[in-house]
């Protein structure tokens, strides 16, 4: 099952595949919250994801809300408040499509 | 010591394992990765109980081949044989210390160690499973040619032990599983006209092996061949294994013109012909097909296994006749056959499909109770047909299950999960599966996100046209 995906992910948009993991060297924003100069698309989501579970960040109202404290305001567009939902979203601002 | 390649681990076969645990060695068979142990004459159990703890602390420090050249390893041999007392007297312990030698080291340098072996050690006197470790060695070499294989082969029938039928199954398997078919036929061939041909395990082996990795030409010229050259012809587990090719690649002329061969030569189809022809049939999305199969079984008087009933409830439950796949559950039942988890699942699948979960999740504690335990294709079917209708919560608590027991979600199912949470508005839940997704190792990161990506696009899409709050 797995493998045929990631084959069909890989056949049908080589390009897309590649920039969600291939090593980025990252603004200075994002450099100092990844304590690393260079990262993946995915690695950055999954690390913010982790970030915001390991400092209890989500709303306990309302889990799909996150609070944002001063360090992931930073970079998410100083937004006080996110939606999980466009999480994905804000982060990929931070990958612009490489010219070729 | 030298890393073992993965196609040898199975084996069980090196040196490290003969030290550590010396009691286990006399399971440890031959340096082959073939699957055929029945050919080996089985070894006495007794001698290597004198391994014995008094040299174990010498041993793992001797044996280790750090280094790949041959003088270190004649070096290290000298002290190991120097230095040990109450040496093996037997063939097992030389050809694992050759085999370990030989795993990263050149054809060239394992035959001057091993002659080096003999002489410095003269009570060793190199067997067939010796040579063996040789001829697995020489198919892998790097040297794209034949040549190696046959400085191996004719090195033993120099020795006094010539290939036999073990010998080109070892070529063959080892030439085919690191990509090299074309010279395992050409092996084969040679060997046929030398007077030993290859049994049918060899034969039905390269047939399989060519099926899946080459074209269905290569194939048929290779069948043609033997038969012509050789008078070898396919028998009826290679006209199986062909149909199933066919059937696999949808080629379903090809496999009724294979079934018309099959009776030219005498051969009457047997449970596992029928089986792979109604496999073929699901295959082709003609799952209603699989009765007119069953029907011709029973005419011919061939009886049903579990596989048949398994592949005809799952054929039936694909094409949306539930009614008729309950049914035979029945029969199987009443034919001593007992239903496993596959034909449970292939059930609920249909049921799933129906659009009836709730019956299926009836099922399963049905089958429960009559001591068939679900495995995670069951649960995942369930999952995606709860999902799909809307019983999120039903859902949930099954996931609950599945998390409990560490069963691994599907690429199907996970994708259906996320997008019913979504769809309620369960976001930071969909976060929280597609956490275990990757914690379970059920999909690769890459995979898992791109998933959750693609739903939060789509949720957002739907929330921006009003669809959902």
């Known amino acids: ?100 | 010591m030298g890393k073992l390649p993965p196609s040898l681990r199975s084996a069980n076969f090196a040196v490290n394992t003969l030290i550590k645990t010396p009691s286990s060695v006399p399971h440890q068979n031959i340096p082959s990765p073939t699957s055929k142990p029945h050919y080996y004459p089985k070894k006495s159990q007794s001698p290597k109980k004198k391994a014995p703890s008094n040299t174990e602390p010498q041993l793992p420090s001797i044996v280790s081949f750090d280094s790949t050249t041959l003088s270190d390893a004649k070096t290290l041999f000298n002290s190991l044989i120097s230095n040990t007392r109450n040496l093996p007297s037997d063939n097992k312990f030389y050809n694992a210390i050759l085999q370990s030698f030989s795993s990263n080291s050149t054809l060239q340098d394992s035959i001057l160690f091993l002659n080096h072996m003999i002489k410095v050690h003269p009570p060793f006197s190199p067997d067939r499973f010796t040579y063996h470790v040789l001829l697995i060695q020489s198919c892998k070499s790097a040297d794209l040619s034949l040549s190696p294989v046959h400085q191996v082969l004719n090195l033993m029938t120099s020795n006094g032990i010539p290939p036999n039928k073990v010998s080109t199954d070892i070529a063959v398997r080892t030439l085919c599983s690191s990509d090299r078919e074309e010279q395992a036929i050409e092996l084969v061939k040679e060997l046929s006209s030398k007077d030993s041909p290859p049994d049918t395990y060899t034969y039905n082996f390269i047939v399989r092996h060519l099926c899946k990795n080459r074209p269905l030409s290569t194939m048929n010229s290779f069948i043609k061949e033997m038969r012509e050259g050789f008078d070898i012809k396919p028998d009826l587990v290679t006209y199986t294994i062909m149909i199933d090719n066919v059937c696999n690649s949808k080629n379903l002329r090809e496999a009724t013109r294979l079934l018309g061969v099959l009776s030219e030569e005498g051969y009457k189809p047997d449970c596992y012909v029928y089986n792979t022809i109604m496999k073929g049939y699901c295959m082709l999305s003609q799952g209603g097909e699989v009765l007119s199969v069953y029907k011709k079984m029973q005419e011919e008087g061939v009886k049903p296994d579990l596989v048949t009933y398994n592949t005809l409830i799952y054929g039936l439950s694909k094409s949306g006749r539930v009614k008729d796949a309950k049914k035979f559950l029945n029969v199987m039942m009443e034919e001593g056959h007992i239903p496993d988890a596959v034909t449970y699942t292939s059930l609920m699948n249909g049921m799933c499909r129906e659009g009836d979960p709730l019956g299926a999740v009836a099922l399963l504690e049905k089958m429960e109770a009559r001591g068939c335990a679900p495995n995670s294709c069951t649960y995942n079917t369930l999952l995606h047909g709860l999902c799909k209708a809307r019983l999120l919560d039903k859902g949930m608590k099954l996931y609950d299950v599945m998390k409990q027991n560490g069963m691994k979600l599907e690429t199907g199912s996970y994708g259906t999960f996320l997008r019913a949470l979504c769809r309620q508005g369960r976001v930071a839940e969909a976060y929280e599966v597609f956490d275990y997704a990757i914690e379970s190792k059920s999909l690769t990161d890459v995979a898992a996100y791109t998933t959750l990506e693609s739903t939060l696009k789509w949720l957002k899409k739907a929330r921006e046209q009003g669809l959902v709050i």
């Not at chain 1, 944002?68 to 612009?96: A, M, N, R, W, Y």
Request: one cysteine or more.
């Open chain 1, 1 to 100: 099952m797995l493998p045929q995906r990631m084959k069909k992910v890989i056949t049908d948009n080589p390009k897309k595949l590649a920039n969600l993991i291939d090593l980025v060297n990252l603004p200075s924003t994002l450099r100092e919250f990844m304590g690393q100069s260079q990262t993946s698309r995915l690695g950055c989501f999954k690390r913010v994801w982790s970030y915001i579970k390991e400092n209890n960040l989500q709303d306990p109202s309302n889990k799909n809300l996150v609070n944002c404290d001063e360090k992931l305001k930073s970079i998410l567009l100083g937004k006080p408040q996110v939606e999980l939902t466009e999480l994905p979203t804000l982060i990929k601002l931070h990958f612009p499509k490489q010219p070729r």
